[in-house]
Nanobody, 126 residues
Framework: QLQLVESGGGLVQPGGSLRLSCAASGFTLDYYAIGWFRQAPGNEREGVACITNNGGSTNYADSVKGRFTISRDNAKSTVYLQIDSLEPGDTGVYYC???????????????????WGQGTQVTVSS
């Protein structure tokens, strides 16, 4: 059974950091591009970062460049999202997604992914 499980969310003060994890099971992560998305209440799901299957290329939404870093460890079947300098606008549920045919130039679009995790809540508040 193919599964993605996010973890690492929580309540953090502005300026703080979090590292989110996306653990895959039931399939070989090496063949999949991974994207991280977030969704705030009342908003559409927004792509924030993505990484190719071998980790050779990454892409970020303009709103998070310089603060978010995506990485992966295929040996551990895990993808990470390091979030620094957190802002209240970063609040939302963060999801990871896996895509076997993701076009890199479109990799922040949710339409490029087949499998999704259940999400982890990130709340940035003082």
């Amino acid at each position: 059974q193919l599964q993605l499980v996010e973890s690492g969310g929580g309540l953090v003060q502005p300026g703080g950091s979090l590292r989110l994890s996306c653990a895959a099971s039931g399939f070989t992560l090496d063949y999949y591009a991974i994207g991280w998305f977030r969704q705030a209440p009342g908003n559409e799901r927004e792509g924030v970062a993505c990484i190719t299957n071998n980790g050779g290329s990454t892409n970020y939404a303009d709103s998070v460049k310089g603060r978010f870093t995506i990485s992966r460890d295929n040996a551990k079947s895990t993808v990470y999202l390091q979030i620094d300098s957190l802002e209240p606008g970063d609040t939302g549920v963060y999801y990871c997604a896996a895509g076997s045919r993701t076009l890199f130039r479109l990799c922040v679009s949710p339409l490029e992914y087949e499998y999704w995790g259940q999400g982890t809540q990130v709340t940035v508040s003082s």
